[in-house]
Nanobody
Framework: QVQLVESGGGLVQAGGSLRLSCAASGRTFFSYVMGWFRQAPGKEREFVAAVSWSANSAYYANSVNGRFTISRDNAKNTVYLQMNSLKPEDTAVYYC????????????????WGQGTQVTVSS
């Protein structure tokens, strides 16, 4: 498994931007599909985005497609989530996760998780 630590959350006004980072420990970071999930108060944790091992491919939830961009730097063992045009409904705790199967969107497909970082979007 890989250990994951998220950062970059905070409070932002609607229409603003934030960039989340997730630093991974271990020398096998490049072998994992990396994803972001989020959980709003009173709701289930949901898939946001994921990126392939080589960063050649990414896929997104419909709710964020066109506004969020996931990327990774394997040399830095870090995955990013650039969030633009933020909306109040994007308010949630955002979690970084590592998995083995590309195109996976279920929590069960990701075996390692970070502790989460809070993103709050004010209207």
């Amino acid at each position: 498994q890989v250990q994951l630590v998220e950062s970059g959350g905070g409070l932002v006004q609607a229409g603003g931007s934030l960039r989340l980072s997730c630093a991974a420990s271990g020398r096998t970071f490049f072998s994992y599909v990396m994803g972001w999930f989020r959980q709003a108060p009173g709701k289930e944790r949901e898939f946001v985005a994921a990126v392939s091992w080589s960063a050649n491919s990414a896929y997104y939830a419909n709710s964020v497609n066109g506004r969020f961009t996931i990327s990774r730097d394997n040399a830095k063992n870090t995955v990013y989530l650039q969030m633009n045009s933020l909306k109040p409904e994007d308010t949630a705790v955002y979690y970084c996760a590592a998995g083995e199967h590309f195109r996976a969107t279920m929590q069960a497909d990701f075996g390692s998780w970070g502790q989460g970082t809070q993103v709050t979007v004010s209207s």
